[in-house]
C-alpha cells in the first residue's frame, strides 16, 4: 500500500482492533464507540483534557495561605457528615500526607468523595491553600489520579466508569497508535508558508507534543498547532461555501437609486442614526450588486433595524420585485406587519408598464401593496393571496414560516429579510432565497438581535457577511435595572416593584410582567403564568387593568391580548417569554422579571429590550434569589450594563461556546482544542489564511488533503455541500 507519510483520511480508514491492548475487549471498544472515539484518528484527537507537570509539584510542609498549590499525596484518613444549616449540606473532610507533613482536604457538597478517596489512595490535589482554625487545609480542590507515572508530564485523559476507562487506559492506546505512525510519519496538509509565518510544529511533533510531551512548552507549541487546524478546517468550510454560493448564484442588480427608498427616508419622522446608514450603506453596494447578498445585520434592541430592513425591501419594490420579512412566531409577523404598514402609507410605487418591464401588466403608480401571512390565514384568503402574489400585484408579504410553504411562489422575489436568525435553521434561509424566479437569487438579510462576540460570529454565521448597528437612536433615557434579592414567594422584598408599578400606571404608563421560565414545558410554563396573573389581580395590583399572554393561548386570544396592550387597554400584560422578541409598545416603562436567575442572558436581555423604546425613563426589577454562582453572575452583568456586545461576552465566558456552537452547528463540532473565547486571534487569522487560499484555489484541488480533513471532521452537510460545488 502506502508508505508516504500517513494522512489523517488513513488513519480515519483504521479501526480501534488495530490497537493490540483493545482487540479482545469489545466492551471497551463499544463504550469508546459510544464516546464518538471508533477510529484511531478519533483516537489520536482525543486530547488530554489537563497535563500535569510533576516538576511543579510542591511540598506539605512548603505550603503557604493564599498559594495556588499542586501536591501528590496519600490519605490517611477521611469521613463525611451533614451539617446544620438550611439547606443542610455534606461535607467530607481528609487528611492527606505526602511525609513532609498533613494537610486537610475538605469537600462541600461532594459527598461521594468519601467512597472515591479510601484511605490509602493516592491522588494529585489542585487548589487554594487557606486557614482553617490555625492550620492549612484546601477546600474543594481539583483531584487526580495518576498512577505510578514517572514522567514530568503526565496527560490526564477523559475517563469513563462503566465499564471503567482509566486515563492510563487511553493514555496506552493513544501511545500504541502514536507507535504505529512513527515509521511513516504524519503527512503535513498546511502549506510550508503558513508553518513558519506562524511558526508551527509539524502535525507529527504536534501530535506527539500534546500526547507525550517533554515539557509544557511541547504542549503549548503542540496545541497552538493543533488549535490552528481546528479552526482553519471550520473556516474553510464556511469560505468555501460563500464563494461558491457567489459564484454559482446569479444575484439580481436592484435599482438602488429610485424613488421610492429616498421617499421613504423622508418621510421618516427622524434622521437615520450614523450607524443606520453606514449599514444601509453596506446594504446598498449588495444590493446593486451582480452577487447575491446574504448579510447577517446584528443589531442590539431597539437599534432600530426595521429602518434599515424596509429600506432594503424598498430597493428591491421600486425595480419591479417583489420582497419578503419572515420572523418567527405569529405575534411578531402580526406586529412587523401592522408597524411596516404604518410606515408606508403615502407611499406610491411609480414604476414603467412598458412591455419588458417588470411592471409589466400591473398599474404603475399604486401604493405599496403590503401582505400578511400566517397560519391563520383562511384558505380562501390564502388563495387570493396566491394569485396576487404570482401577478406582482403583492409588494411585500410578511409572514411567519408558513413563507417557506412550497404553495408560496412569488412573480419576481427580490429580497428577503429573515428577523430573528436564531430561530430558524440554515436550511429555512436556504429555503425563502429558493423562492426566487427562474435563475435569479434574492438578496438576503438575516437580522438578529441577539448579539454574538465577533470571532464568534465569524465562527457561526461564517459564510455571512456580516453588518453590526452599535449605535441607539438618540434620546432614549438608559434603563435602570434593579435586582431584588428575593425568591418569588417572599413577597414583602416585591412590595417596592409593585409600588413602582402601580405608581407608573398612575401615570399612564404600562408594565410587563413576566412569569417563571419552565423548561420544557410549555403547558407548566401557561399555568404558572395563569397563577401569577390571578394573584396579581387579587393582591398586589388589584386595581390595575391585566392582560395575560402565554404560548398555550389560542391565536385569537393572544392577538386580543396583544392589541388591548398596545392601544392602552390593559395596564399591565402578565406573560410568558412570549414576549421575548420584538414586541413594540413605547409607552411600556416597567419590566419586572419573576423567577430572573432561571434566565440565561441572552433572554433576559431580550426582555428587558422590550422596554426603554421611548422618551421616558425605564425601569426593569429582576426578581430572583441567585441560587447558582452562574446565576449569580447573570444578573449582576444585566444590573451592570445594557450593552448587548458586552453581555454577550460575559454569556461566552459563562456558558463556554459549546451551546453557542451547538444552538446552530451540528455538523461543525469539531473544536475540542480552540475556544472562541482563548483563542480569538487565531479565529480571525485562521479566516484570513481560509480567504487566500480559496481565492488562489477555488476547490482546493492544490490542497487535497485539506479539502480531505474538512470532510473528515464537518460531517455529511459540510462534505455534501463540497461536493456540490
Ligand atoms: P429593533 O428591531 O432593532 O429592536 P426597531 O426597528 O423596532 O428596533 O426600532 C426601535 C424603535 O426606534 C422604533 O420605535 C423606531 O421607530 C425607533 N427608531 C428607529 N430608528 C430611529 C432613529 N434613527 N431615530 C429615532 N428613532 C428611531
Ligand atoms: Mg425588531
Known sequence: MNDGPITYAELADYDLSVIGALKSHPKKIDRLAELGIETVLDLLTTYPRRHIDRSRQELIRDLLPGDQAMVLGKV????????????????????????????????????????????????????????????????????????????????????????????????????????????????????????????????????????????????????????????????????????????????????????????????????????????????TKDLGSTYPMHRLLQGDVGSGKTVVAVSALLAAIQGGHQGALMAPTEVLAEQHFLGIRDLLTDLRVTGDEQEGSLFEGLAADRPVRVELLTNRTTAANRRKLAEALTDGAVDLLIGTHALIEDKVAFRSLGVVVIDEQHRFGVEQRDALRQKGAEGATPDVLVMTATPIPRTAAMTVYGDLDVSVLDELPPGRTPIVTTWVRAASAAEEAQQPVWAHVKEQVGQGRQAYVVCPLVEESEKLEASSAEETFERLGAVELADLRLGLLHGRMASVDKEAAMREFREGRTDVLVATTVIEVGVDVPNATVMVILDADRFGIAQLHQLRGRVGRGADASTCWLIGAGITPDGEARLEAMVETTDGFVLAEVDLELRGEGTLMGERQKGRNDLKLASLRRDKEWVVRAREVAFELVDADPDLSDHQALQAEIGLFLGDEEADFLLKS
Not at 110 to 135: I, N, S, Y
Not at 143 to 152: E, S
Not at 186 to 198: D, I, K, S, V, W
Not at 213 to 238: H, I, N, T, Y
Open 76 to 283: 490517611a484518613r477521611i469521613s463525611g457528615r451533614r451539617t446544620k444549616g438550611r439547606p443542610p449540606k455534606t461535607l467530607v473532610t481528609a487528611e492527606i500526607g505526602d511525609g513532609s507533613g498533613y494537610l486537610r482536604i475538605t469537600f462541600f457538597n461532594q459527598g461521594w468523595r468519601e467512597h472515591q478517596l479510601p484511605a490509602g489512595t493516592e491522588a494529585v490535589f489542585f487548589g487554594k491553600v487557606d486557614t482553617f482554625q490555625g492550620r492549612k487545609q484546601m477546600a474543594n480542590p481539583v483531584v487526580d489520579f495518576i498512577g505510578d507515572k514517572t514522567g514530568r508530564i503526565i496527560p490526564l485523559y477523559p475517563q469513563s466508569e462503566k465499564p471503567r476507562i482509566t486515563s492510563d487506559d487511553v493514555a496506552s492506546w493513544v501511545q500504541a497508535a502514536i507507535a504505529k505512525t512513527e515509521k511513516r510519519g504524519l503527512a503535513e496538509p498546511l502549506p510550508e508558508t503558513y508553518r513558519r509565518q506562524y511558526d508551527f510544529v509539524d502535525r507529527t511533533d504536534a501530535l506527539k507534543g500534546m500526547h507525550s510531551p517533554d515539557s509544557m512548552g511541547d504542549v503549548s507549541a503542540a496545541r497552538k498547532r493543533l488549535v490552528f487546524d481546528e479552526l482553519l478546517r471550520v473556516q474553510l468550510a464556511l469560505v468555501l461555501r460563500k464563494r461558491a454560493l457567489e459564484r454559482t448564484a446569479k444575484g439580481i442588480v436592484h435599482d438602488t437609486s429610485g424613488e421610492l427608498v429616498r421617499r421613504f427616508y423622508e418621510a421618516l419622522p427622524f434622521p437615520l442614526t450614523s450607524a443606520q446608514q453606514r449599514v444601509i450603506a453596506d446594504i
